[in-house]
């Protein structure tokens, strides 16, 4: 299964970024092979709809799920539509992150902001 992180740097030990719009990374990764690809986040330098343009970049990625920290209305909306699903991690290395995958422990973001229901 491929997931895509809000990743604050180019590898499995950066920090998850918990601002999905302004984020400067995303990972793409294999949660059985560890394996990955890096893509920029044009909404990182963008002066304003950073959120809308992190989302249509991230569905471009063909990824059907996000975990990242919070995700405002705009990028949530674009996100949802686009039938991707949503989960919350905290600020820990991208490593810790695919673990906490596999356990179940994220939970699936709702609503926008960072609000959500359960684990995974």
């Known amino acids: 299964m491929k997931i895509g992180i809000?990743?604050?740097g180019k590898d499995l030990d950066a920090l998850l970024d918990p601002r999905f719009g302004r984020c400067p990374y995303f990972l793409i990764v294999d949660?059985?092979?560890k394996e990955f690809e890096v893509a920029d986040n044009p909404g990182n330098t963008a002066g304003g709809?950073?959120?809308i343009k992190a989302a249509q970049a991230f569905l471009?990625?063909?990824?059907k799920e996000l975990v990242t920290g919070q995700a405002g209305p705009n990028a949530f909306e674009v996100l949802v539509k686009g039938g991707?699903?949503?989960y919350q991690?905290?600020?820990v290395?991208?490593?810790e992150v695919i673990d906490l995958y596999h356990s179940g422990d994220l939970k699936?973001?709702?609503t926008p902001g960072g609000r959500g229901r359960g684990s995974r």
């Open 84 to 86: 991707v699903k949503i």
């Open 6 to 8: 809000s990743a604050a």
């Open 89 to 91: 991690a905290p600020q």
């Open 31 to 33: 949660t059985e092979t």
């Open 60 to 63: 471009q990625l063909g990824t």
């Open 93 to 95: 290395k991208i490593s």
């Open 49 to 51: 709809g950073a959120g």
């Open 108 to 110: 699936e973001l709702t």
